[in-house]
């Protein structure tokens, strides 16, 4: 690998900062310092980078990067490797990757621990590949791992349309469960089935509950995946299966609710979640080795694909905040350079 000062390499680059918290309108392009990459990182040149539902959380100042990340947004890139730091086994100058990132991704270069980039699957663009670490590190962790979602299972995710919703169902899927999604409009409903879910719920007009329930012929769904939160907690209960297992990860309606907790008890019910962003180098490591051995062979034969909904060049990042933030898009928002 080539020195990671190298003379072809600028000093500076262009990047996204956030002004200050607030609206879609805070992040400005700027020029900022190249990243040089320390021991085990690699430095990616980034051509695409992913938009995530974090980014906007972090641009109103609730959601603080972790500690030794950057201040630039971003959880997710895809590019070429172009230098490394120290102690770098995996990957050598030229390979194309994609990443998942602590922070710093709406930039024209990133780093990144070598053991949390993977190759970019056969076939797939670089924008196409810029969708895939957030949102599949996240189905992994929580519907496979935490929720433990087996072949012949039933799945319900919520938000089915997201960047997480069409990979969760596609993933489901590829592994064997019958898939549930629920989203809000009849062409988000249709999006979700061509992806693969067996029904689509419009929750606008109809109770996931008791369709839920009658999809499954009174049994209920063994694993629920809920970005939803607020009063869905207690709904989510009602939906479950004995021995159900219910996981959240993030509260778009509020994370407090009041709940009888007795359907818990009488149906054995597991609740659980999880955060991905603060969990250390080890832990992100893992599931990188566990996607390339379980999902990026889905991938590479072409069995699974991210839906990219918009992309937008970099300088326009406040625009594609909007979008996100509007809901009205269906699958991934990526940012160009």
Not at 4 to 18: C, E, G, H, N
Not at 209 to 236: F, S
Not at 311 to 329: D, G, I, N, Q, V
């Amino acid at each position: 690998m080539s020195p990671t000062k190298s003379p072809t390499l600028p000093d500076q680059m262009r990047a996204i900062a956030i002004r200050e918290p607030g609206g879609p309108d805070v992040l400005v392009p700027v020029r900022i310092a190249r990243p040089e990459p320390g021991h085990g990182e690699i430095l990616i040149r980034v051509e695409a980078a992913g938009v995530n539902r974090p980014d906007t959380i972090q641009r109103m100042g609730l959601y603080p990067p972790p500690p030794g990340a950057p201040a630039t947004p971003g959880l997710e890139v895809a590019g070429e490797v172009v230098a490394a730091g120290p102690g770098v086994t995996h990957w050598r100058q030229g390979d194309r990757v994609c990443a998942l990132l602590g922070g710093g991704g709406y930039a024209e270069y990133a780093t990144v621990h070598e053991t949390h980039a993977l190759p970019i699957p056969t076939g797939f663009t670089a924008i196409e590949a810029a969708g895939l670490p957030e949102t599949f590190f996240t189905v992994w962790t929580n519907v496979f791992e935490r929720g433990r979602l087996a072949a012949g299972e039933t799945f319900l995710v919520h938000g089915g349309s997201s960047g997480i919703g069409t990979t969760a169902i596609q993933l489901a899927r590829a592994f064997g469960a019958r898939v549930f999604a629920t989203a809000g409009s009849a062409e988000k409903c249709a999006a979700c089935r061509d992806l693969g879910a067996e029904a689509a719920i419009n929750y606008r007009e109809q109770d996931f509950v008791a369709e839920a329930k009658r999809l499954t012929g009174g049994r209920g769904v063994d694993v629920i995946l809920d970005m939803v939160g607020g009063d869905y907690i207690a709904r989510n209960m009602q939906a479950a299966a004995q021995d159900g297992r219910i996981v959240s990860i993030a509260f778009l309606n509020g994370s407090t609710a009041e709940v009888n907790f007795m359907p818990m008890m009488l149906k054995r019910l597991t609740l659980t979640g999880s955060t991905l962003r603060p969990r250390g180098i080890e832990e992100k490591a893992a599931l990188a080795l566990a996607l390339r051995e379980k999902v990026w062979p889905l991938l590479d034969a072409g069995r699974v694909r991210p839906r990219i909904d918009a992309t937008f060049p970099l300088e326009e990042a406040s625009r594609a905040h909007e979008l996100m933030e509007k809901s009205s898009h269906i699958g991934k928002i990526v940012l160009t350079l």
